[in-house]
Each structure stands twice: as structure tokens, then as C-alpha cells.
């Protein structure tokens, strides 16, 4: 016998993730494909926070960018085209100790998805959102996509798209209970991985939209978004997101927004010469749905049988 006493408590080091801990296969993206970049911040973060990952989920729709739990070593739900959203608001209500991420692409959750996505915002459960929009259906070899710009040929409009394209960024912040509203791009990962930072450490539904590259189907697109320096402006605030001296020097052009100013990034957002990059809207009072579905967490089949047969009683006749 080695004569542990009983008083003695053993100090062992807590659990690290690594960032391999979080890694998971070989990501079928395109080379050059925006998404690398959205999954190598995601993972930094996951390990910064060192989020269990038993206890954290990544939901996604159909879509290039949907493939995106199967590169993380989380618990995943690769789900239906559109249908992110009330997945993730299941898991969310039953399980709110679980971290719940969405990870959505432009046809996925603007045209197909949208009716859930203005309600997951309305809803505002706790949980952080990235919509990666590319402007074009990549996964099915480019058709346009609600969000495709005005003259964008595909397969579906070979002589050029004709409407005007929605934007994410404006349609979210006029739904009513927008809580969090930020705009980043692929290609400046500093300024993308505060922003999904700051997401994560909002309480309600974070909604970030990422400009992301699609050099297969957008090539142009890319070059001119990435190359045209005075379209980028960053979004300085103290209460906004804040990069290091030496990457907000990158940007040309700055304008100081106060994020809880609603008109203002409403009309920030409606600005189709500049693209703001940074948080538009944040609202920590907003009404979170979760709250107010864990009262009757934690019961026992019983007490489950006895409160859907109380709540079936009310129709008899
Ligand atoms: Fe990425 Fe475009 Fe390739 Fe899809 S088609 S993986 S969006 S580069």
C-alpha cells in the first residue's frame, strides 16, 4: 500500500483541446475555396474558448458550406436543404447546455431556408450563425442564387440575372428581435475571427454573414472584391468589433458606427457601393426564446406521461 491519506486532493490539470482535438478528415473544398478559411478560424475559436466538444453542435443545411460538420470533431448534423434552423432550435430547446453553431450558404438560407430564417431570428435563441454567401449555387455547378448581383450569368440565367439581390445583412436587420448583425469577409481572417468571437459571446441568435470566395463559379467576383480597397469599410466602435492597430490600418476607409443605433446600419446596410465589415447591430435585451422552454427540463417519464395527459385532458369531451 502507498498510504494516499484521505485529505490529500490530487491537483490534476483540467482538460486541454488541442486544435487537431477539434479537426476532423480532409475538408473537399476547392482550392482557394473561401470556406478553408471559415473552418480554420472556427476551430481556433472552439480551441480559445476550449469548448467541450461533446457538448457542442454544428447544424447545417445542403450546400458547399453545409458540408461544414463534417470537418469538425463535434457532434454534427448535416440536415436538410433550408432546414438548418429548426434543427438547430430543436437541439437548442431540449439541450441548452449544448454550444450550437449554424453553418448556412446564400441558397440554402435565403431562398429555400428563408421563411426559418426570419423566424430563427424573430425567435432569437442562443446560438451563433455563419451565412457564407458565395452569390451562386457552387454544390450544383452555378446557377444564380438570391443573392447573385444584377448581370450574373449562370446556368439558369445565361443572359445575365435581371432582379436586384437580396441581402442578407438588410433582411435580417428588419425582422423584428434581430439581436446580433456583423459583416466579415474570407479573405481578412483577423477581422473574421474577432467577429465570430464576438458572435459566439452574444447571448441570442448571432448572425454573421461572411463574403466568402468561390474562385470555381465567381472567379471575377473574388478579384474585384478582394483587390477593390476603397469598397471596404471598416466599422469602428467601442462597442464594436475591434481588430489590432496593425489590421485596421489595412482598411482605406473607416466610419465610426454605434451598433445600437438600428437606422443607422439599416441604412448602412441598404449602401451598395461600400461593404461594411464589422458589427452593424447588437441588442443584448433581446427576448431569447430559450428561456422560456426550460422549466419542464429535467423531468421524469412519469412526470412527462402526467403533463401530456394533463395537456390532452383540456380537449376532451
Ligand atoms: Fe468552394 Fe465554389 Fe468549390 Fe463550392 S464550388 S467548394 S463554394 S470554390
Aim: hydrophobic share 35%; glycine share 8%; net charge negative.
Amino acid at each position: 500500500m502507498y498510504g494516499l491519506k484521505s485529505d490529500v486532493a490530487l491537483d490534476l490539470p483540467s482538460k486541454y483541446y488541442s486544435l487537431e482535438g477539434y479537426e476532423k478528415g480532409v475538408a473537399r473544398w476547392c482550392p482557394g475555396c473561401g470556406d478553408h478559411a471559415v473552418l480554420t478560424n472556427m476551430q481556433k475559436l472552439l480551441r480559445e474558448k476550449q469548448l467541450d466538444p461533446a457538448k457542442t453542435v454544428f447544424v447545417s443545411g445542403i450546400g458547399c458550406s453545409s458540408r461544414f460538420p463534417h470537418y469538425m470533431n463535434t457532434y454534427g448534423f448535416h440536415g436538410l436543404h433550408g432546414r438548418a434552423f429548426p434543427v438547430a432550435e430543436g437541439v437548442k430547446f431540449r439541450r441548452p447546455d449544448l454550444d450550437v453553431f449554424v453553418v448556412t450558404g446564400d441558397g440554402d438560407c435565403c431562398s429555400i431556408g428563408a421563411g426559418a430564417w426570419i423566424h430563427a431570428i424573430r425567435y432569437n435563441m442562443n446560438m451563433t450563425v455563419l451565412l457564407l454567401n458565395n452569390e451562386i449555387y457552387g454544390l450544383t455547378k452555378k446557377q444564380a442564387s438570391p443573392t447573385s448581383r444584377i448581370g450574373t450569368v449562370s446556368n439558369t440565367t445565361p443572359d445575365g440575372s435581371i432582379l436586384p439581390p437580396l441581402s442578407p445583412v438588410q433582411t435580417t436587420l428588419g425582422v423584428a428581435n434581430a439581436s446580433f448583425v456583423a459583416q466579415t469577409a474570407d479573405w481578412n481572417p483577423a477581422h473574421m475571427y474577432e467577429t465570430i468571437k464576438a458572435a459566439y459571446e452574444h447571448k441570442g441568435f448571432s448572425f454573421v454573414h461572411i463574403i466568402q470566395r468561390c474562385p470555381i463559379f465567381q472567379g471575377a467576383l473574388v478579384d474585384e472584391q478582394v483587390s477593390n480597397k476603397d469598397a471596404m469599410v471598416y466599422l469602428e466602435n467601442e462597442n464594436g468589433i475591434t481588430v489590432s492597430e496593425e489590421i485596421a490600418k489595412t482598411f482605406k476607409n473607416k466610419f465610426n458606427h454605434n451598433p445600437s443605433d438600428l437606422s443607422e446600419a439599416r441604412n448602412l446596410a441598404m449602401d451598395t457601393e461600400k461593404v461594411h465589415m464589422g458589427l452593424f447591430y447588437q441588442d443584448k435585451n433581446a427576448p431569447c426564446y430559450d428561456d422560456y422552454g426550460a422549466s419542464n427540463l429535467g423531468y421524469t417519464v412519469e412526470q412527462k406521461e402526467e403533463a401530456l395527459n394533463k395537456e390532452l385532458d383540456k380537449y376532451a369531451i
